[in-house]
């Protein structure tokens, strides 16, 4: 049995041990165990690779639902994110900026259409040339080889020095104790522990699982496209071919993952 | 050796006492960090980084100050300072020990610490950083133990203690070379991201920590029969006036840079600090008093007779350090943090918490400052009765 499972690879392992746990638990909805692995998702589908990860974000779309909030809820939901409701203690994964704010180098006066106060969503820019898991001492945070900015919430140390290099402002911190902060717990994926850094993640969980990102698929004006961008073929560069995209501070040298169309 | 940091009159088990009712009190604060998290701090989302890792900046730059006084005398000869040599080796021990530990009470995780050891990252700074801090520190601990105890036998020191000296010199300019890297390699902060950083934080070592020794010196000869001598002393204050002066000049090139080129991301964090920003300007009045002090200590150090002056040169030594703790243990952390990369303006105050958890580490340095001061001049029965 051992040696039968070194040699399947740790992807087809981390399936096969979930799929034993969610037998033995029955529902994959009650943990017997807080520590147990109930976290991995149920196994339905091949999973979603790509040779590098990639977003669009469609401004128009967007914009034309003012308020909409429901890519920031799915996403925050699905991974557990707290809401303590004050300032100091926020931890998020995706949410709105002002355009003013988000595109800083690229606000003008007079900008069309009061651009300026409308609100850009923002998350984690899976760069391909990350400045976060540069400067990150034990390791806890580095790029995939499809381009997804991983963290490990058990090694990070929490220095918050990948706080300090990241130029989005993408990333939170667990001031406190999350748990009690969130609503209502999902339990397909970990929460985490005060102390420590945390992000967007491309919903990597749910990649390996044959799913596209929650906030992809919340957005109710399909404003979201998700693929790979070294596939000829695919949705992302289909866009990026026929309409022009820009990115955040793309003279940091960071390369960016996430496209915007304005 | 140790058992003489045992004995002591009641001034001194006095002292003791007040610095271990110090540590205790920030003690318990940190026992409630470690439950509750660091939320117990100012800190929050936009200002990550706040008063533990600005003592930590400061106080590499004191441990680094030794080489002021190891440099004339190891290479230059310059007899002088044979009896300050010890007394900057222990002052660098001492301050290592806080920076380490201020680092670690900024850790989320500190029982995670050891990671940066298990999972070894060439491409942070901040593990090259704890290289050369727990270097420095092996270092200086050698050298001063290897000649006290050569002193107390009335020896010379050994041979092989002499390549170790040398090297500690250019290991002194690499921890507060190491710790400038932290900040001034970061895109996403362009008030850090100068290449001055380094040098402006040597510069303002070389000032900060022979003054503290300065004032060391004067209050030994008050409370014991240890005498620095004038001429140590002296040459001190001019080391203080240089560094202080380019000091001051760095810092004119950076208002220079930003000021002139006027890219608003680099303009911004002056003004923050200067004016302050949507209506933000607590440290608006920390940042004038810092210059005005730094003014104040240039005039008072530039008059040679005002620096000759035992109590003149204090006042001097004393605007020296309080300027400079301001500017790295106060300003220069968070205004890399205000306003954030995306434009916000975020007030940062210290809570009580924090402020005691700081003072107990300050409380641990000068502990071990005291014991091993105590070792030394026993040692040298340079006590009173």
Not at chain 2, 65 to 88: N, Q
Not at chain 2, 365 to 382: D, F, M, N, P, Q
Request: glycine share 6%.
């Amino acid at each position: 049995m051992a040696a039968k499972l070194v040699a399947v690879n740790r992807r087809k392992f981390l399936k096969i041990a979930g799929a034993a746990a969610l037998g033995l638990t029955g529902s994959p909805a009650v943990p017997l165990l807080a520590r147990e692995p109930t976290w991995l998702p149920p196994v339905t589908a091949e999973p979603l690779t790509a040779r590098r990860w990639a977003m669009v974000v469609d401004l128009r779309a967007c914009l034309h639902e003012d308020g909409c909030r429901d890519c920031i809820a799915a996403c925050h939901r699905a991974h557990n994110v707290p809401d303590f409701g004050n300032p100091k203690d926020e931890v998020k994964w995706i949410w709105k900026e002002h355009y003013g704010e988000a595109f800083a180098d690229q606000a003008y006066d007079y900008v069309s259409a009061g651009f300026e106060h409308r609100e850009v969503l923002v998350l984690c820019n899976h760069c391909d040339n990350p400045p976060c898991t540069r400067v990150c001492p034990t390791q806890a945070t580095w790029k995939r080889e499809d381009g997804v900015v991983m963290m490990d919430w058990h090694r990070c140390i929490g220095c918050r020095y990948c706080i300090a290099a990241c130029p989005y402002g993408s990333r939170s911190f667990n001031w406190r104790d999350p748990r009690p902060a969130i609503a209502e717990i999902t339990p397909q994926f970990p929460t985490r522990t005060r102390g420590v850094v945390e992000k967007c993640n491309f919903c990597e969980e749910r990649l390996a699982v044959g799913l596209l990102p929650a906030c992809v698929e919340a957005c109710r004006n399909r404003g979201l496209a998700f693929g790979d961008l070294e596939d000829a073929g695919s949705e992302v560069r289909r866009i990026l071919r026929t309409r022009y995209a820009i990115r955040r501070k793309p003279g940091l040298g960071t390369q960016p993952e996430v496209y915007y169309l304005v | 050796m140790f058992e003489k940091a045992l004995s002591g009159d009641r001034r001194y088990w006095g002292w003791i006492i007040v610095l271990l009712a110090v540590i205790a009190t920030g003690g318990r604060f940190y026992l409630r960090q470690l439950e509750y998290g660091l939320g117990i701090t100012g800190l929050s989302r936009d200002v990550a980084w706040g008063f533990y890792i600005a003592q930590f900046t400061f106080l590499v730059g004191v441990a680094a100050s030794a080489v002021m006084v190891l440099l004339p005398y190891y290479l230059h000869d310059f007899k002088a300072f044979a009896r300050v040599t010890i007394l900057g080796e222990f002052l660098a021990i001492s301050a290592v020990t806080m920076c380490v530990m201020f680092i670690l009470v900024d850790l989320g995780q500190p029982a995670r610490a050891v990671n940066i050891m298990l999972y070894p990252s060439p491409r942070s700074i901040l593990f090259w950083d704890l290289i050369v801090l727990n270097g420095y520190l092996l270092l200086n601990v050698v050298i001063s133990r290897v000649s006290l105890a050569a002193e107390r036998k009335g020896e010379a020191p050994p041979l092989w203690i002499k390549p170790v000296i040398v090297l500690s010199i250019p290991w002194a300019v690499s921890i507060h070379t190491v710790t400038a890297f932290i900040y001034s390699g970061l895109a996403a902060r362009p008030f850090w991201l100068t290449a001055i950083l380094a040098p402006r934080f040597l510069a303002s070592a070389f000032s900060s920590g022979p003054s503290l020794l300065i004032l060391l010196c004067l209050i030994l000869r008050r409370l014991s029969n240890f005498d620095a001598g004038k001429e140590a002393v002296q040459k001190l204050a001019v080391i203080v006036t240089y560094a202080m002066l380019v000091n001051v000049f760095f810092v004119l090139m950076e208002f220079f840079t930003a000021l002139y080129s006027d890219i608003p991301e680099h303009v911004e964090h002056f003004r923050y600090l200067y004016l302050g920003l949507e209506g933000h300007a607590e440290l608006v009045p920390w940042m004038w008093a810092s210059s005005a002090l730094a003014l104040l200590a240039v005039l008072l150090l530039v008059s040679r007779r005002l620096r000759e002056q035992p109590a003149w040169l204090a006042l001097a030594c004393i605007t020296v350090i309080v300027s400079i703790w301001i500017e790295k243990g106060l300003v220069m952390v968070v205004t890399g943090f205000v306003p954030s990369p995306l434009g916000k303006v975020t007030t940062y105050v210290p809570t009580v918490p924090e402020l005691l958890i700081s003072l107990a580490v300050y409380g641990c340095g000068a502990l071990i400052l005291t014991l091993l001061y105590k070792i030394a001049l026993s040692v040298r029965g340079e006590l009173r009765a």
